[in-house]
């Protein structure tokens, strides 16, 4: 089995700064993208950023040069910075990770449990 734990969500100020960190674990033999995905009370999920195992990042317009997606791949571990951040970025922060397994020739998608975020004005 394999389980992500996000940590590091909370309540900052708008124009302030969190860093969400994303750990993998379980039996895991390689880790291909990682990501970050977000939702908002009434919304629907939206994407966030993405990076590939051999770090190339893709971010939505909305975080671009606010956010900053990293990973450690010996922790299995995936990162968000996220700097300046407004009241509508209030929501559920979700990674995601292409994960295989030992025992398996093809990558599964994961979830984590979520993170909740909350801006303040």
């Known amino acids: 089995q394999v389980q992500l734990v996000e940590s590091g969500g909370g309540l900052v100020q708008a124009g302030g700064s969190l860093r969400l960190s994303c750990s993998a674990s379980?039996?895991?033999?390689?880790?291909?993208?990682m990501g970050w995905y977000r939702q908002a009370p009434g919304n629907q999920r939206e994407w966030v950023a993405v990076?590939?195992?051999?770090?190339?990042?893709n971010y939505a317009d909305s975080v671009k040069g606010r956010f900053t997606i990293s990973r450690d791949n010996a922790k299995n571990t995936v990162y968000l910075q996220m700097n300046n951040l407004k009241t509508e970025e209030t929501a559920v922060y979700y990674c995601?990770?292409?994960?295989?397994?030992?025992?398996?020739?093809?990558?599964?998608?994961?979830w984590g449990q979520g993170t909740q975020v909350t801006v303040s004005s």
């Open positions: 990076i590939t195992r051999g770090g190339n990042t």
């Open positions: 995601n990770a292409q994960i295989r397994h030992y025992t398996s020739t093809y990558y599964t998608p994961y």
């Open positions: 379980g039996s895991i033999l390689s880790i291909n993208d």
